[in-house]
Protein backbone atom coordinates (compact mmCIF):
# COMPACT_ATOMS: atom_id res chain seq x y z
CA UNK A 1 0.00 0.00 0.00
CA UNK A 2 1.48 3.20 -1.33
CA UNK A 3 1.14 5.82 1.91
CA UNK A 4 -0.49 8.72 -0.38
CA UNK A 5 -3.41 6.37 -1.27
CA UNK A 6 -3.52 5.48 2.31
CA UNK A 7 -3.86 8.61 3.53
CA UNK A 8 -6.19 10.15 0.64
CA UNK A 9 -8.60 7.07 1.82
CA UNK A 10 -8.50 8.75 5.35
CA UNK A 11 -9.27 12.76 4.38
CA UNK A 12 -13.20 11.88 5.32
CA UNK A 13 -14.99 12.31 8.58
CA UNK A 14 -16.83 9.18 8.14
CA UNK A 15 -13.93 6.99 6.27
CA UNK A 16 -11.74 7.87 9.42
CA UNK A 17 -13.79 7.32 12.12
CA UNK A 18 -15.18 4.17 10.01
CA UNK A 19 -11.84 2.70 10.09
CA UNK A 20 -10.87 3.63 13.46
CA UNK A 21 -13.86 2.04 15.27
CA UNK A 22 -13.28 -1.13 13.72
CA UNK A 23 -9.57 -1.07 14.64
CA UNK A 24 -11.00 -0.47 17.90
CA UNK A 25 -13.56 -3.51 18.00
CA UNK A 26 -11.91 -5.68 15.66
CA UNK A 27 -14.77 -6.25 13.20
CA UNK A 28 -18.13 -4.37 12.92
CA UNK A 29 -21.92 -4.55 10.94
CA UNK A 30 -22.93 -1.67 8.71
CA UNK A 31 -26.19 -1.61 11.38
CA UNK A 32 -23.55 -1.42 14.23
CA UNK A 33 -21.59 1.47 12.37
CA UNK A 34 -24.65 2.91 11.08
CA UNK A 35 -26.11 3.61 15.28
CA UNK A 36 -22.01 4.71 16.20
CA UNK A 37 -21.85 7.26 13.40
CA UNK A 38 -25.16 8.63 13.51
CA UNK A 39 -26.11 8.02 9.58
CA UNK A 40 -28.09 6.46 7.35
CA UNK A 41 -27.42 2.89 5.56
CA UNK A 42 -26.35 4.56 2.08
CA UNK A 43 -24.32 7.17 3.60
CA UNK A 44 -22.89 4.13 5.76
CA UNK A 45 -22.48 2.02 3.31
CA UNK A 46 -21.20 4.33 0.57
CA UNK A 47 -17.86 5.02 2.67
CA UNK A 48 -17.08 1.71 3.48
CA UNK A 49 -17.26 0.31 -0.20
CA UNK A 50 -15.00 3.04 -0.44
CA UNK A 51 -12.89 1.84 2.47
CA UNK A 52 -13.27 -1.86 0.73
CA UNK A 53 -11.46 -0.30 -2.79
CA UNK A 54 -8.60 1.35 -0.84
CA UNK A 55 -7.30 -2.12 0.51
CA UNK A 56 -8.10 -1.27 4.21
CA UNK A 57 -11.35 -3.12 4.67
CA UNK A 58 -12.26 -6.73 3.83
CA UNK A 59 -16.26 -7.80 4.05
CA UNK A 60 -18.01 -10.80 4.77
CA UNK A 61 -21.90 -11.33 4.13
CA UNK A 62 -24.02 -12.69 6.40
CA UNK A 63 -27.12 -13.27 5.88
CA UNK A 64 -28.63 -9.53 4.76
CA UNK A 65 -25.71 -7.84 6.54
CA UNK A 66 -22.33 -7.08 5.50
CA UNK A 67 -19.62 -7.17 8.44
CA UNK A 68 -16.04 -4.98 8.33
CA UNK A 69 -12.89 -5.91 9.67
CA UNK A 70 -9.25 -4.27 8.90
CA UNK A 71 -7.60 -6.10 5.76
CA UNK A 72 -5.93 -9.15 6.51
CA UNK A 73 -3.08 -7.92 4.66
CA UNK A 74 -2.85 -4.13 5.64
CA UNK A 75 0.60 -3.40 6.27
CA UNK A 76 2.02 -3.23 10.01
CA UNK A 77 2.93 0.17 9.52
CA UNK A 78 -0.74 1.66 8.48
CA UNK A 79 -2.24 -0.37 11.35
CA UNK A 80 0.23 1.42 13.30
CA UNK A 81 -0.72 4.44 11.91
CA UNK A 82 -4.58 3.78 13.19
CA UNK A 83 -3.57 2.29 16.72
CA UNK A 84 -1.64 5.42 17.33
CA UNK A 85 -4.41 7.72 16.61
CA UNK A 86 -6.91 5.91 18.36
CA UNK A 87 -4.36 6.30 21.51
CA UNK A 88 -3.99 9.93 20.93
CA UNK A 89 -7.30 11.39 19.94
CA UNK A 90 -9.96 9.49 22.37
CA UNK A 91 -12.27 12.07 21.94
CA UNK A 92 -12.61 11.90 18.50
CA UNK A 93 -14.38 8.39 18.95
CA UNK A 94 -15.76 8.27 22.06
CA UNK A 95 -19.15 8.78 21.54
CA UNK A 96 -19.34 6.80 18.29
CA UNK A 97 -17.07 3.87 20.62
CA UNK A 98 -20.09 3.82 23.35
CA UNK A 99 -22.47 3.61 20.85
CA UNK A 100 -21.06 0.52 18.94
CA UNK A 101 -20.31 -0.98 22.09
CA UNK A 102 -23.65 -1.05 23.31
CA UNK A 103 -24.88 -2.30 20.14
CA UNK A 104 -22.08 -5.14 20.30
CA UNK A 105 -22.74 -6.08 23.78
CA UNK A 106 -26.97 -6.58 22.59
CA UNK A 107 -25.96 -9.09 19.50
CA UNK A 108 -26.04 -6.02 17.36
CA UNK A 109 -28.05 -3.09 16.37
CA UNK A 110 -29.65 -4.92 13.28
Known sequence: MHPLSFYKCLAEDT???SLLLITQVGEACVCDLMEALQLDQPKTS???AELRKCGLLQDERRGKWV???LHPELPDWA???LRETL???GDYTRDALTR????QQQNGCC
Open 100 to 103: IQCC
Open 67 to 69: YYR
Open 79 to 81: RKV
Open 46 to 48: RHL
Open 15 to 17: RLK
Open 87 to 89: SHN
